[in-house]
Every structure is written in structure tokens, then in C-alpha cells.
């Protein structure tokens, strides 16, 4: 009786365990998708479905006309539109930072935010190869561009534009000497140009507006 | 009313204009990407409509403009549009004054470039014919940049340059605007404009000017705009809407 015991607590306790470490490697799942994308897991290719469940590690692209919803295990929502390449890492709990790698496009994240959490602590970030987008807010976009000319900097080729629509977002470059952090505000944005450290936060999408065209 | 003579500065302007611009860009982006085709291509369509009264005249004008990107930095583009004009003359108008206090209706359909060189400037030259109550050749451009964007209050310059072979009439606009408020659903501007208008029927050079407040809301992609003074006209108000739908292909 008692072997039967302790054979049962045993079980229970590699189960739970088992579902734990289940539950810290599965950082979110598909929950919208349009066109062609593929996850690259352990160097393996397949085409991304709805429902399918994320590991982190797992590395995602979209091709042209395409976009992929994420659902992150705490509920927070990534966008990641056409041409563009990611890499999910972290686990989202609520007390742990979590992260995902924008390596290549545009992508919007709409995370969940506790005000019980530390205000001076991000609980997801943004990677690109040369920033950190840190979140205390929830909503704001990330794009990574190569290959072509920086506005304002026309020697650069290579820049991160981040704007937020709620919420507050600190951006740094980690490549820079000088890396000094940009506190981006709700309707702001910043671009961090090669290896410089985050332009003076600006109004978002001015891009949008131009003369006031009474014609 | 057709004064052939009368247009022959703006047109030297416009063609100086273009013959500029054309050296610069051969200059600017020998070796660049500006010849390679967008991608994606991008398919955009604007709805417009306006409204200016003054204790002279009122007009009210609303079409719509079809923008289809060739590279990154140029695109054609296609407009239509209807006009009233509910009696006299002004800076917007390709008619000739008057005699009676009549409305009086004329289409607009136009075709040209629009090249935006870098991130938040563009020129767009559109040259057309009316049909209607205006009957004859349009030319117009249009130039808008920030100046310092990367502060919280970034300038925005524009101008437009149009002129109408119908009344030999050249009209231009200057408006400076500056960001007051961005959040995250909506861009709160405010500033000066004016506009100056003559040769043609309108004979000597005539001005107005006055404050500016526009609003970009986001989500809509809806820019609103006013302004209000005071100029040759008289007291005068001025509104315009637009709202852009915008396509990847």
C-alpha cells in the first residue's frame, strides 16, 4: 500500500513537473494567419498552421502578402506582417521578461500589462539586430530595414523604427558607444539609425500628413 | 476667357520647376535603388472635399485621387474631381468674374507624378483639363516636407502652385504648421497659411492669409483642416477633409 503510495506520488510529481516544463517551453500558439509563412524548429521547415503551438527557439517567416497573429501564453497579442523573420525566446509569465527577435520586417505587439509589476522592468522586448525595445506599455511596432538608406542618416543602411500607440517603450541600441536610452511615449516613435544610439522621440507617422490641401 | 499670354511665366516656372528637380534626382540617386520597383507595390486612393466662403464668393470641390507607386520614390497618379463656384471670383477658381450671382459647375480630371524623395517630403505635379462652366487646360503641383523630425514639434512647409488656362489666373498657397499633440489616436496641428493669387481676369496681385488647425486621426487615416482670415475676400473660412485607403498588391 504504501510502495502503491509513494509510486503515485512519484507519478503525480513527475507530471506536474513534466506539465511545467511543458508549460515554460510553450510561449504561444497561431491564432490568425493569411498567405504563406513557415517555422523553422531544430532546423526543420513546415508551413505554419492555425492553432500551432510556438516553442521558444522557434523561428518564424512570413512571405510577401502575408502576416501571422501570435496569442502569447499570457495573453499578449504579435503581429508580424509580410516579409519579415522573427525568433520567439523567453517564456511570458508574468514575472519574467520575455523576448522575440525581429530579424527581418514589421512587427506589432500588443502586450499585457500588470500595474502590480515593477514599473522600472520591462516584461517583453523587441530585439532587432542593433535595438531593444523594452515595454511598460502595451501597444507599439517594431520595424527592422536593410539594405536601404536612413531617413535623416543617408549613410546608414541599416535602422530600427519603433512607434508606440499606447503605453511607454524604452529603446536602446546596444551596438552604440553611447548607448543611451530613448523613453518613447504613446503617439511617438524613435528610429536608431546603425550602430547610433535612438533618435530624440518624434510624433509618430507624420509620414501621413502633409499641406492641408484646400485645392 | 482664355489669356494665352498671361501664362506663360507660370509655365516657365513649372518647367524650371521640373528641369530642377529632374538634375537633382539624376544627381542625387545615380547608383541608388530609384530606378528598382517597389516592393510591394502599393495602390492608394484618397477622397477629398473642401469648402471655402468669404463675404465675395464660396466654392465647394470633392473627388478623388488613385496613386499607384512605380519605385519607392515615385508614383502616378490620377484625379477627379467637381467643382462649385457660388458666385464671383478667388484664389481656387479658373473662372472669370461674373456679372450675375449664379452657381456655376465644372469637372476636373488630371494626371501626373508624385515623387517623394525622401521620408516625409513629396512633390506631386498634375497637370488636366476641365469640362464644364471651366473650360480649358489645369495645371497645379504640390510640395510638402518636415523640417526637423526628430523633436516633439516638428515644422511642416507646403505649398501649392496651380494655374488655370480657363481665366489665365496663377494662384499659389505657403502654409507652416507644427505638431501641438500627438497620441496615440490622433496628430493635433496648428499654424498660418496663405494663399496669392493675380494675372488673367484677376489682374492685380491679390492675398489672404490666416491661422491653420489640423487633426490627422490615425486609425482612419482622416485629415481634417481649417483656416480662417482675412485677405482681398474679405473675412474668409476655408475646410478640407481627406481620408486615404491604402493597398498592398
Not at chain 1, 185 to 193: F, Q, R
Not at chain 1, 207 to 215: C, L, R
Not at chain 2, 40 to 63: V, W
Request: aromatic share 8%; hydrophobic share 35%; glycine share 12%.
Amino acid at each position: 500500500m504504501r510502495k502503491n503510495c509513494l509510486s503515485g506520488s512519484v507519478l503525480i510529481l513527475t507530471l506536474l513537473l513534466a506539465s511545467q516544463v511543458f508549460a515554460q517551453d510553450r510561449v504561444g500558439s497561431i491564432t490568425g494567419l493569411e498567405g504563406e509563412s513557415t517555422l523553422e524548429r531544430a532546423g526543420r521547415q513546415s508551413p505554419v498552421a492555425l492553432a500551432m503551438e510556438l516553442k521558444g527557439g522557434d523561428r518564424l517567416r512570413t512571405g510577401s502578402h502575408s502576416h501571422l497573429n501570435i496569442t502569447l501564453a499570457d495573453g499578449s497579442q504579435l503581429t508580424l506582417f509580410e516579409d519579415s523573420s522573427m525568433v520567439l525566446g523567453g517564456v511570458p509569465s508574468t514575472h519574467r521578461a520575455s523576448l522575440a527577435n525581429l530579424l527581418k520586417g514589421r512587427l506589432r505587439s500588443l502586450i499585457q500589462w500588470s500595474p502590480s509589476l515593477s514599473s522600472s522592468s520591462s516584461v517583453f522586448e523587441v530585439h532587432t539586430p542593433n535595438a531593444i525595445a523594452g515595454v511598460r506599455g502595451t501597444d507599439f511596432e517594431t520595424a527592422y530595414t536593410e539594405g536601404r538608406p536612413c531617413p535623416g542618416f543617408p549613410d546608414c543602411l541599416r535602422y530600427t523604427d519603433v512607434g508606440v500607440f499606447k503605453g511607454v517603450v524604452e529603446v536602446s541600441n546596444p551596438t552604440s558607444k553611447t548607448a543611451a536610452p530613448v523613453t518613447v511615449t504613446e503617439g511617438h516613435e524613435t528610429k536608431v539609425p546603425c550602430e547610433l544610439p535612438p533618435t530624440a522621440s518624434a510624433p509618430l507617422g507624420l509620414g501621413e500628413i502633409g499641406g492641408p490641401s484646400y485645392h | 476667357m482664355r489669356k494665352p499670354g498671361a501664362s506663360k511665366p507660370a509655365l516657365l516656372a513649372i518647367a524650371f520647376l521640373a528641369i530642377a528637380c529632374l538634375c537633382w534626382i539624376s544627381s542625387s540617386y545615380a547608383g541608388t535603388d530609384f530606378f528598382d520597383l517597389a516592393n510591394p507595390q502599393q495602390l492608394s486612393l484618397t477622397l477629398f472635399a473642401s469648402g471655402f466662403g468669404s463675404e465675395k464668393y464660396g466654392t465647394t470641390h470633392g473627388g478623388l485621387q488613385l496613386e499607384q507607386t512605380l519605385t519607392r520614390y515615385l508614383a502616378v497618379a490620377a484625379s477627379i474631381s467637381a467643382y462649385q463656384l457660388y458666385q464671383g471670383t478667388g484664389f481656387d477658381s479658373p473662372l472669370a468674374p461674373a456679372s450675375r450671382s449664379a452657381t456655376r459647375n465644372f469637372g476636373r480630371f488630371e494626371g501626373g507624378v508624385n515623387f517623394t524623395p525622401i521620408e516625409g517630403t513629396s512633390l506631386a505635379v498634375l497637370g488636366g483639363h476641365d469640362v464644364g462652366d471651366s473650360d480649358a487646360p489645369v495645371i497645379d503641383s504640390q510640395f510638402s516636407s518636415w523640417l526637423i523630425p526628430h523633436s516633439l514639434h516638428p515644422l511642416n512647409i507646403s505649398f501649392t502652385l496651380a494655374h488655370y488656362y480657363n481665366n489665365g489666373v496663377t494662384s499659389g498657397t505657403v502654409d507652416l504648421r507644427t505638431v501641438l499633440l500627438s497620441t496615440g489616436s490622433f496628430i493635433l496641428l496648428g499654424g498660418a497659411g496663405s494663399a496669392i493669387w493675380g494675372g488673367g481676369s484677376a489682374r492685380n496681385a491679390k492675398a489672404q492669409a490666416g491661422p491653420d488647425l489640423g487633426i490627422f486621426v490615425r486609425d482612419l487615416h482622416l485629415r481634417i483642416n481649417l483656416q480662417g482670415g482675412y485677405g482681398s475676400s474679405r473675412t474668409y473660412g476655408l475646410v478640407s477633409f481627406s481620408r486615404t485607403f491604402t493597398w498592398d498588391e
